[in-house]
């Protein structure tokens, strides 16, 4: 059976084999970035929500840590530098301006600006500046994940996924991304385009992808 503790020891060894890969030095174009095959590819910040959660779950070596603070941070920097201006970042191997593979980015971020929200609620400032830096790149990326579509049918999901956790931590990010999107028109509908509700337009995603 799974115990709270060991996932957390495995979650610091983890920690442990990304740090090394982190570049930390400010002179560098990449700048905290993970290094992977000798590149820090723009989809590495991918590593930041392990530290994330690291320096979020009470018991681990890495709880509340002021370096993994930093290096959250800079890796959180390093994303905003890479990324396309459309919002989206790539996947360097074949996929450039990849809503999809931004899709999964997304995902693997937003459970981690859920639980610093709440954190910051308990007066811990490393988990506000960690809600408001990793949720810019959310906010940011769905316009573009919502214009870039997808390019194989299971990206359908991995999209869905991603907008409907994004809708619930930035309920703002309505139907006008959509309406504004003149590809996307005809899918939607006048009665709805006005709508501030984050489950309703979540809805209007599955019908989109479907």
Known sequence: MLKYDNLVEKLDEQVESILPRQVIDLSRDDYGGFVSDGIAAPTSVSTVPTLGHAYLLEGGKYYQSEEILTRILSGATFGRKIRRESGCFDLITTNFDS????????????????????????????????????????????????????????HRWV????????????????????????????????????????AQVSAMLFAIVL
């Open 99 to 154: 809503s999809p593979d931004t899709g999964f980015l997304v995902k693997a971020i937003a459970p981690v600006v859920r639980a610093a929200r709440k954190a910051a609620t308990y007066g811990d400032k490393g988990a506000e500046q960690i809600a408001e830096t990793l949720g810019e790149i959310i906010q940011i990326a769905v316009p573009g994940m919502v214009a870039g579509g997808f390019h194989t049918p299971n």
């Open 159 to 198: 999209l869905v996924g991603a907008l409907s956790q994004a809708l619930e931590l930035f309920p703002d990010l309505d139907a006008w991304i959509l309406w504004n999107n003149t590809s996307l028109r005809p899918l939607i509908s006048m009665p709805m385009v006005n709508t501030s509700s984050g």
